[in-house]
Nanobody
Framework: QVQLVESGGGLVQAGGSLRLSCAASGSIFSINAMGWYRQAPGKQRELVAAITNGDDTTNYADSVKGRFAISREKNTVSLQMNSLKVEDTAVYTC?????????????????WGQGTQVTVSS
């Protein structure tokens, strides 16, 4: 079993900052990549930022470049969100590409957190 537990969402005024964290735990053999997605009401889920294990290559949505920063330490990924805008309001969900220890050996799949609400007020 693998779990992703998120923390750090909340309400902030436009121009403010929030930091999200996601900790992976359980029967983890290795983590290939971790990232954050978001979904606003009436919109499709989109990738916000991702970071790969090993070389820590990062990838950002154009809408957050220069404002958000993703980082990883061991099995925890964090998203520092600065200069927040009203349009950043969404449910943010952690995702991890994990090789887990399963009954038949090792298995790779994507795992999801429960989601955390980020609301930016004007």
């Amino acid at each position: 079993q693998v779990q992703l537990v998120e923390s750090g969402g909340g309400l902030v005024q436009a121009g403010g900052s929030l930091r999200l964290s996601c900790a992976a735990s359980g029967s983890i053999f290795s983590i290939n990549a971790m990232g954050w997605y978001r979904q606003a009401p009436g919109k499709q889920r989109e990738l916000v930022a991702a970071i790969t294990n090993g070389d820590d290559t990062t990838n950002y949505a154009d809408s957050v470049k220069g404002r958000f920063a993703i980082s990883r330490e061991k099995n925890t990924v964090s998203l520092q969100m600065n200069s927040l805008k009203v349009e950043d309001t969404a449910v943010y969900t952690c995702n991890a590409d994990i090789i887990a220890k399963i009954s038949t050996g090792l298995g790779e799949r994507h795992y999801w957190g429960q989601g955390t609400q980020v609301t930016v007020s004007s």
